[in-house]
Protein backbone atom coordinates (compact mmCIF):
# COMPACT_ATOMS: atom_id res chain seq x y z
CA UNK A 1 0.00 0.00 0.00
CA UNK A 2 1.23 3.08 -1.23
CA UNK A 3 0.21 6.27 1.27
CA UNK A 4 0.56 9.72 0.00
CA UNK A 5 0.32 13.06 1.65
CA UNK A 6 -0.08 16.16 0.12
CA UNK A 7 0.87 19.44 1.94
CA UNK A 8 1.59 23.18 0.55
CA UNK A 9 -1.90 24.67 -0.47
CA UNK A 10 -3.14 27.86 1.04
CA UNK A 11 -4.83 31.16 -0.17
CA UNK A 12 -2.64 33.20 -2.78
CA UNK A 13 -3.42 36.23 -4.31
CA UNK A 14 -3.85 36.11 -8.22
CA UNK A 15 -0.12 36.31 -9.76
CA UNK A 16 1.27 34.59 -6.88
CA UNK A 17 3.09 31.15 -6.26
CA UNK A 18 2.85 27.93 -4.22
CA UNK A 19 4.61 24.75 -3.96
CA UNK A 20 2.73 21.70 -3.53
CA UNK A 21 4.64 18.46 -2.05
CA UNK A 22 3.56 15.18 -2.08
CA UNK A 23 5.38 12.62 0.12
CA UNK A 24 4.93 9.17 -0.38
CA UNK A 25 5.49 5.82 2.18
CA UNK A 26 6.80 4.00 -0.74
CA UNK A 27 10.17 2.10 -0.56
CA UNK A 28 9.31 1.68 -4.44
CA UNK A 29 8.85 5.49 -5.08
CA UNK A 30 11.72 5.74 -7.69
CA UNK A 31 9.61 3.42 -10.13
CA UNK A 32 5.88 5.11 -9.47
CA UNK A 33 4.90 7.23 -11.79
CA UNK A 34 3.45 10.29 -10.09
CA UNK A 35 0.73 12.79 -11.13
CA UNK A 36 -0.85 15.65 -9.57
CA UNK A 37 -5.10 16.49 -10.62
CA UNK A 38 -7.29 18.72 -8.90
CA UNK A 39 -10.99 19.01 -8.47
CA UNK A 40 -12.67 22.46 -8.40
CA UNK A 41 -16.40 22.69 -6.51
CA UNK A 42 -19.19 21.25 -9.09
CA UNK A 43 -16.67 19.74 -11.01
CA UNK A 44 -15.45 16.67 -11.89
CA UNK A 45 -11.02 15.96 -10.97
CA UNK A 46 -8.78 17.16 -13.88
CA UNK A 47 -5.39 16.07 -14.68
CA UNK A 48 -2.55 18.77 -14.37
CA UNK A 49 0.67 17.43 -14.24
CA UNK A 50 2.35 13.83 -14.72
CA UNK A 51 6.10 13.17 -14.20
CA UNK A 52 8.05 9.58 -15.40
CA UNK A 53 9.63 7.45 -12.74
CA UNK A 54 12.69 9.02 -13.69
CA UNK A 55 11.97 12.47 -13.79
CA UNK A 56 12.97 12.08 -17.68
CA UNK A 57 9.41 13.19 -19.28
CA UNK A 58 6.49 15.47 -17.89
CA UNK A 59 2.93 15.86 -19.32
CA UNK A 60 0.95 19.13 -18.61
CA UNK A 61 -2.63 20.05 -19.04
CA UNK A 62 -2.66 22.69 -21.34
CA UNK A 63 -4.78 25.05 -18.98
CA UNK A 64 -1.45 24.94 -16.66
CA UNK A 65 1.34 24.38 -19.26
CA UNK A 66 4.02 27.02 -18.75
CA UNK A 67 2.62 28.30 -15.40
CA UNK A 68 3.32 24.42 -13.73
CA UNK A 69 6.69 22.52 -13.04
CA UNK A 70 6.11 19.05 -12.12
CA UNK A 71 9.03 17.24 -10.42
CA UNK A 72 10.48 14.91 -8.23
CA UNK A 73 13.46 14.16 -5.56
CA UNK A 74 13.83 10.33 -5.61
CA UNK A 75 16.16 10.24 -2.94
CA UNK A 76 13.68 12.10 -0.56
CA UNK A 77 10.24 10.27 -1.77
CA UNK A 78 8.80 13.79 -2.54
CA UNK A 79 7.02 14.88 -6.00
CA UNK A 80 6.35 18.65 -6.18
CA UNK A 81 4.20 20.87 -7.92
CA UNK A 82 5.28 24.56 -8.69
CA UNK A 83 2.33 27.09 -9.53
CA UNK A 84 3.29 30.12 -11.04
CA UNK A 85 0.92 32.94 -11.90
CA UNK A 86 -1.90 31.41 -9.96
CA UNK A 87 -5.98 32.91 -11.06
CA UNK A 88 -8.72 32.47 -9.84
CA UNK A 89 -9.88 29.15 -11.88
CA UNK A 90 -6.59 27.64 -10.54
CA UNK A 91 -8.94 27.37 -7.13
CA UNK A 92 -9.38 23.42 -6.38
CA UNK A 93 -8.56 21.25 -4.07
CA UNK A 94 -5.30 19.28 -5.46
CA UNK A 95 -4.67 15.49 -5.46
CA UNK A 96 -1.46 13.52 -5.56
CA UNK A 97 -1.58 10.56 -7.28
CA UNK A 98 0.49 7.79 -8.66
CA UNK A 99 1.22 4.52 -10.34
CA UNK A 100 3.39 1.78 -10.54
CA UNK A 101 5.57 1.46 -14.03
CA UNK A 102 6.71 3.89 -16.36
CA UNK A 103 3.50 4.99 -18.24
CA UNK A 104 3.05 8.37 -18.07
CA UNK A 105 -0.73 9.20 -18.31
CA UNK A 106 -3.14 12.18 -17.85
CA UNK A 107 -6.03 9.58 -17.23
CA UNK A 108 -7.37 9.51 -13.56
CA UNK A 109 -8.50 5.75 -14.09
CA UNK A 110 -4.77 5.02 -14.51
CA UNK A 111 -3.43 5.80 -11.27
CA UNK A 112 -3.86 3.46 -7.88
CA UNK A 113 -3.16 5.19 -5.05
CA UNK A 114 -4.39 8.93 -3.62
CA UNK A 115 -3.62 11.23 -1.46
CA UNK A 116 -6.18 13.18 0.61
CA UNK A 117 -5.84 16.38 -1.12
CA UNK A 118 -4.58 19.59 -0.47
CA UNK A 119 -6.93 23.14 -1.22
CA UNK A 120 -5.47 25.57 -3.20
CA UNK A 121 -7.59 29.29 -3.14
CA UNK A 122 -7.04 31.95 -5.63
CA UNK A 123 -8.76 35.10 -4.93
CA UNK A 124 -8.83 38.01 -7.69
Known amino acids: QVQLVESGGGLVQAGGSLRLSCATSARTFSSLTMGWFRQAPGKEREFVASIRWNGGDTWYADSVKGRFTISRDNAKNTVFLEMNNLKPEDTAVYYC?????????????????WGQGTQVTVSS
Open 97 to 113: AARPGRLITPTRSDYDY
